[in-house]
Structure formats: structure tokens, C-alpha cells
């Protein structure tokens, strides 16, 4: 692994830049971007509600894979990116520290068996993440960007915290 | 009994025979010369002292027997929470409004806090033009500008009948204004601190707006994430707020009425968009270098994420109704949980960036309760029967002498009976019975008469049954005071110095409108 960067993320800083938010949204692996999140708050969920949710929010993670999903998912984050977009590459540590917060965390009870299983399918795929680049615009850190191995997608860590260890292998990375 | 200040000679011992034959009246009839030639004098039966035990007393109150109504003449229901709701549906529901109502969800008075609640926020939208103007040259003219779109555009739809239930429609209106004013008022006086936090991000955003690419990208930076702010956060709790304040525990009711009205409103934000638009064009013509399409226009692709985020505001508004009354970190906590595994990867609590997480979803700033139903209140009560003056003999009462034997023999006690039957029906009314005696005697002596001849004619009422345990009957003792040696003193003059109340209650008419107009 060199300075070089990741052709997806050229891809990405590139539509940013032109704000093109379709083709934002569409680098984008919707499924490992959001588990975390959604196993976090299934956790805090009664576990009556646990099921019918769980069923939705998967539904609606892979939906945007499908680009059938809510309109504009990136939201305001797209329109912040037009303007001066950055992605800082990571060292292994800065790799680590982004799986461990793209990885979901042990599912509650009452969660059915099919979306356990996909859960799990998506806690081994986010282990394959290869690089990690930390997403500036302007002077604002926005994001953690994830490559997955053999995908050409990324994994969107959204307020990736600022992460000592996750030394800047590169400066700026331009298309 | 005769009236007060009537003058009552001692009787001689042969009228009083003559009493005792033929009755007061007879004898009244000779004293005055007229009972000459008049026929056989009736005597009316004696009154005496009603045997024990008393009778029975009635209940403290009678429920009311007419039906609670609004000033409408709406038939109305309580709820246990003391909230008054409409039990039928309105005879004159004069409003505009969409068919498919459930008319417990109109509040009582339907009509005039209508009128109400429509010319209050006919005003609110003159401020909103005016706050507008007034800003303009300033970055948060532009959220100013279009929320004054939104609102004239909603009150148009109001005014044409476009939603189920106007009222609630106008009461959001009311809160949203507060919401936006309170913020807006505390950061130009720089009372930060006092900024709800999704403001804070949304003016500090609007005040470092500038961008290098553009007049309309700068104006961008200003304008969402106010609309942010505004969206995702003060809309779902000003309707979970209005539901909460007016509506939550009429039976029956739910947030999912409403829900057709929420997204009515779909139209309201593309007119503010298609309003606004040519005001952003004009202020900036920066073209986008990739596309050729203007800034503006992009731009509103964002603004306006309609369907995503007026979705998120209604299960925002569901899930913090859902669990109003808990703490401010329960509610977050709850609706964090709700919307993060509903959609993992939106972001629906963020302005400019920013994750607004010290939001006080229970809290509507300048929201208060309605005004509880009237209770049931106590008819006036019924006059009472004429007060006066009962004479007693001279030296009476005698150890255990029942009032008729104390009492001169041309004293009526029929007019006690019917006080004592009075005070069955009311409550809180205050008897004064003053005692008195005539200056033979002792001091003492004439005091004790005096108080024993008071304390006589309150046993006399217990024993016909007077309510004395609702009703006050004090005994005083005036002794001699003021009297001389003739018989006019000795007596008991019975004064009704309140009447209290009846015990029938009533349902008075409520004339209730909701906080937001209620002065």
C-alpha cells in the first residue's frame, strides 16, 4: 500500500467537487455505513418493538444499496462537500480505529434469525475494510471513508472521531 | 313568631285562654277589633317540638341535572384530566375543513377558537413579513423570508379547507413562531446560552455562510441549515407538543388523525420554494461548472428533502409523543432508538453538521396547558323563609321547657319548621340567633336566659331536621344589653346573614379556548 490513493475515493472527491450527489450516494456501501448504528439502537429499543424496526431499517440499508431508499440520504453533508473536498489517507491504526467504529456491536435479544445472519454477513465484511481516509470539507473533519476489499464502494463512518493513532500517511489526496 | 320590631304586649290571661280555644288568629283578629261576627274561629294546630331523633339528612350536594355544554351549545364531555372535549358532533361547524373529520378532535367552541386561532396567526404572519424585511442584508433573511412562505401558503390551504382539522393545523403554527422567535430574539441579544442548541448551530451557520463558490451557495449555507433546524427538530415536537396540550386524552384520540393533515402540507413547500427561488437566482447568477444548472436551484434539492424528511418529522412527532411525560434524556434516548434503527443511515437530528443531541423535545417554549373544564358549581340559593322575631315569657325557658311552652303563646312556630326545611337544601348558609331578655332580673341571670333561649331555638331546628352540619347556626347571647323591663326584649331574633349556597349543582356552560389564544 502506497500514497496512492484508492480510485474510489477519486471517484468520490470528484463527484463531490462537481456535486454530483447521485453518484456520491451510489459510491457509497449503504449496508456497512449504517449497521452499527442500527444494531446500537435496536439495543435501546424495547424488546417488543425490536423485531418490526429491525425489519425496516434493514430493509431500508439495503434498499439504498439498490438506489431505491429514501431520497438524499447523504443529506446536507453532500451540499458540504462541494466546497473544498479532502480525504486524508490513514495509517493501519487509523484502519483499525474505523472498522471498530463501523462494526456493529452484539445484537439484543428478540432480533429474528434471518437479520441476525445479515448482520453478521455485514460484521465480517466490514473486517475486510483495507484503507481508511478521513473526509474534510473546508476546515470541517466530516466523515471516515472504509474500502472494502474487491468492492468499489466505501463505508461511511459519519463523525469518525479524531483518532491519535490514525497518523496521515498522505496530506491532501487530488483526483 | 312575629316580624322583628313588631310590637308584642304581654297578653292577658284571658286572651291567652282564648288562644288556647280558638287560636292566634282569633285572638289577633280580637285584639284588632275584627274578629267580631267573623264566624267560628279555626285555631291551626299547635306546633311542637319534633320528636326525636331528627330527621334524616339529605346528601351534601344533588348532581346536576342539566347537561355540561360549551357556549356553543355543544354537548360536552370531561375527560378524567379535567379537559373538556365535544360528546356530539356540532350542529354549525362553521370553519373551512376537510370532510373525514373526527369532531371530538375540534376543540369545544369550535367556531370561535377558530375565529381565534385564524386572526391570531393572521398576525403572526405580518410579524413573520415584517421580522423578514427587517433582515434582509443579513444571511437569516432567507430562512425568514421562506418561513414566511410556509406560513401564508398553510394559512391559504386552512382558509380553502385543505385540512381535516384546522385548528390543530393553526395551533402548530403558533408554536413554531414562538419556537423561532424566542431563539432568534436571544441570539440577536446575545444571550447565547439561552439559543436552543439546533439555533445555535443554524444562526452560527447562517453568520459564516459566505462561500467561495457563490452568492447562491453562500445563501445555501444559510438557508438549510435553518430549515434543518427548523424540520427536524422543531417540527416533530411542535406537533407532538399540540397533540399533547389539546388533544391526548380524548378518548378515542391518536397522532395518526393528524397524519393525513402532516402530509398535506407537501404542497406548501414546494409553493415556499417556487417563491423563493427567483430571489435566490436574482441574488447570485453563479453557475455550477460541471452541469451549467444554477447554484439555487441545486441547492433546493437539499433544502427541500421533502418526502425523507417530512417522514422523519412524523415518526419524530409519533415516537416523542410516545414517550412525553418521561425525562428529557428518556425522550432522546427513546427517539434516538427509534430513528436510528428505523434509518441507520440518515442523520436526523443534525444541523449544519452538527448533532444536536440537548434538544427539549418535552418542552414547546411558551406552551401551557389549556384551561381545565369549569367544574360543576352550586346553584344561589333559594330565598329564605322571612326572618323574625320569636317572643318568649317572661323567665323562659324553665330547666328541660320545650320552645313551645317558653314561647309566648301568640308566637307562631311554623316559621321555624320552614327555615329548618330551608337549610335542607342549601349549604353553607350562616344562621345568627340572638338571644335577649328584659332588664328584670340579674346581669347574669339575663345572660344566661338570653344564650338558653337562643340555644332553644337552634334545638327546636335540629329537631325538625335542619342541616346544621352544611350550615352554620350560631347562638348569641346579647343578655340584656340595650333592653328594659318590657316584653319586646325577651325574644330571639333570627337572622339569615348568608345564604350560602343550593345544594343542586349545575354544569355551567364552558367557555374554554385552547392556551394559544386563552389571554
Not at chain 1, 74 to 82: H, P
Not at chain 2, 172 to 199: C, D, M, P
Amino acid at each position: 500500500m502506497g500514497d496512492a490513493l484508492h480510485p474510489t475515493v477519486v471517484a468520490f472527491l470528484a463527484a463531490a467537487e462537481a456535486g454530483d450527489v447521485d453518484r456520491l450516494e451510489e459510491l457509497i456501501d449503504w449496508p456497512t455505513s449504517g449497521v452499527a448504528r442500527f444494531v446500537a439502537s435496536l439495543r435501546e429499543l424495547p424488546e417488543r418493538r425490536r423485531p418490526e424496526l429491525a425489519r425496516q431499517g434493514l430493509a431500508e440499508m439495503f434498499a439504498l444499496a439498490a438506489g431505491s431508499g429514501p431520497d438524499r440520504p447523504l443529506g446536507s453533508l453532500a451540499m458540504r462537500l462541494t466546497e473544498d473536498p479532502m480525504a486524508v489517507r490513514l495509517d493501519r491504526s487509523g484502519v483499525e480505529a474505523l472498522i471498530q467504529a463501523a462494526r456493529p456491536g452484539p445484537l439484543p435479544a428478540a432480533i429474528p434469525d434471518d437479520i441476525a445472519q445479515a448482520v453478521d454477513r455485514l460484521r465480517r465484511r466490514i473486517d475486510t475494510i483495507e484503507e481508511a481516509y478521513r473526509l474534510s470539507a473546508g476546515k470541517r473533519k466530516e466523515a471516515g471513508l472504509g474500502v472494502l476489499s474487491g468492492a468499489n464502494h466505501l463505508t461511511l463512518v459519519r463523525r469518525f472521531p479524531a483518532h491519535p493513532a490514525g497518523r496521515a500517511v498522505t496530506t491532501r489526496l487530488s483526483r | 313568631m312575629t316580624t322583628a320590631g313588631a310590637h308584642a304586649p304581654e297578653t292577658p290571661p284571658a286572651l291567652l285562654r282564648l288562644q288556647a280555644l280558638a287560636g292566634n288568629r282569633a285572638v289577633a283578629g280580637l285584639l284588632a277589633g275584627t274578629a267580631a261576627g267573623a264566624g267560628v274561629v279555626q285555631r291551626k294546630p299547635p306546633v311542637t317540638t319534633p320528636a326525636f331523633p331528627p330527621r334524616p339528612l339529605p346528601p351534601a350536594a344533588y348532581p346536576p341535572q342539566n347537561r355540561p355544554l360549551d357556549t356553543e351549545g355543544n354537548l360536552i364531555l370531561i375527560t378524567r384530566g379535567g379537559r373538556p372535549y365535544l360528546a356530539e358532533r356540532p350542529a354549525s361547524l362553521a370553519f373551512p375543513h376537510a370532510a373525514g373529520a373526527d369532531f371530538r378532535l375540534f376543540p369545544v367552541n369550535p367556531n370561535r377558537t377558530y375565529q381565534r386561532l385564524r386572526a391570531h396567526c393572521g398576525q403572526l404572519l405580518i410579524q413573520q413579513r415584517q421580522l423578514a424585511t427587517r433582515l434582509k442584508g443579513d444571511m437569516r433573511y432567507w430562512f425568514a423570508r421562506v418561513y414566511s412562505f410556509v406560513t401564508q401558503y398553510t394559512l391559504e390551504d386552512v382558509d380553502a379547507g385543505k385540512y381535516q382539522y384546522p385548528h390543530m393545523k393553526l395551533q402548530q403554527i403558533v408554536h413554531f413562531h414562538e419556537t423561532y422567535q424566542r431563539n432568534l430574539e436571544a441570539w440577536e441579544a446575545g444571550q447565547r446560552a439561552k439559543v436552543e442548541s439546533n439555533w445555535q448551530a443554524a444562526f452560527a451557520a447562517a453568520d459564516d455562510a459566505d462561500s467561495i463558490l457563490g452568492a447562491s451557495k453562500s445563501i445555501g449555507n444559510a438557508l438549510l441549515p435553518s430549515m434543518e433546524a427548523h424540520i427536524r427538530l422543531d417540527l416533530p415536537r411542535a406537533i407532538a407538543a399540540a397533540y399533547q396540550l389539546h388533544y391526548v386524552d380524548i378518548p378515542g384520540a391518536s397522532l395518526d388523525a393528524f397524519q393525513r393533515d402532516f402530509y398535506a402540507m407537501g404542497a406548501v413547500f414546494e409553493r415556499s420554494q417556487a417563491a423563493l427561488a427567483p430571489e435566490i437566482d436574482a441574488a447570485g447568477t453563479d453557475l455550477n461548472p460541471v452541469n451549467w444548472e444554477t447554484l439555487g436551484d441545486i441547492g433546493f434539492v437539499f433544502l427541500f428533502l421533502i418526502d425523507t424528511e417530512r417522514q422523519m418529522a412524523w415518526e419524530k412527532a409519533t415516537a416523542v409523543a410516545r414517550a412525553w411525560g418521561v425525562s428529557r434524556a428518556g425522550i432522546e434516548r427513546a427517539l434516538r432508538a427509534d430513528m436510528g434503527a428505523r434509518h441507520p443511515n440518515l442523520e436526523p437530528f443534525e444541523v449544519a453538521g452538527k448533532d444536536i443531541t440537548d434538544y427539549d423535545w418535552g418542552n414547546q417554549p411558551g406552551a401551557r396547558p389549556d384551561p381545565r373544564a369549569p367544574g360543576r358549581t352550586y346553584e344561589p340559593a333559594p330565598e329564605p323563609p322571612k326572618s323574625g322575631t320569636l317572643y318568649f315569657r317572661l323567665d323562659r325557658p324553665r330547666g328541660g321547657e320545650a320552645l313551645e311552652h317558653a314561647a309566648r303563646r301568640d308566637q307562631d312556630l311554623q316559621p321555624l319548621l320552614a327555615l329548618a326545611e330551608w337549610t335542607r337544601g342549601v349549604r353553607g348558609a350562616s344562621i345568627w340567633l340572638l338571644g335577649r331578655a328584659s332588664s328584670e332580673g340579674t346581669e347574669v341571670l339575663n345572660q344566661n336566659l338570653a344564650l338558653a333561649r337562643a340555644e332553644l331555638v337552634r334545638f327546636f331546628l335540629w329537631r325538625a331536621g335542619a342541616d346544621l352540619d352544611r350550615n352554620t347556626v350560631r347562638t348569641i347571647a346579647l343578655g340584656e344589653l340595650g333592653a328594659q323591663a318590657i316584653p319586646e326584649h325577651r325574644c330571639v331574633s333570627i337572622l339569615v346573614v348568608d345564604r350560602g349556597q343550593s345544594k343542586q349543582q349545575v354544569f355551567p356552560a364552558t367557555a374554554n379556548l385552547p392556551s394559544e389564544v386563552n389571554p
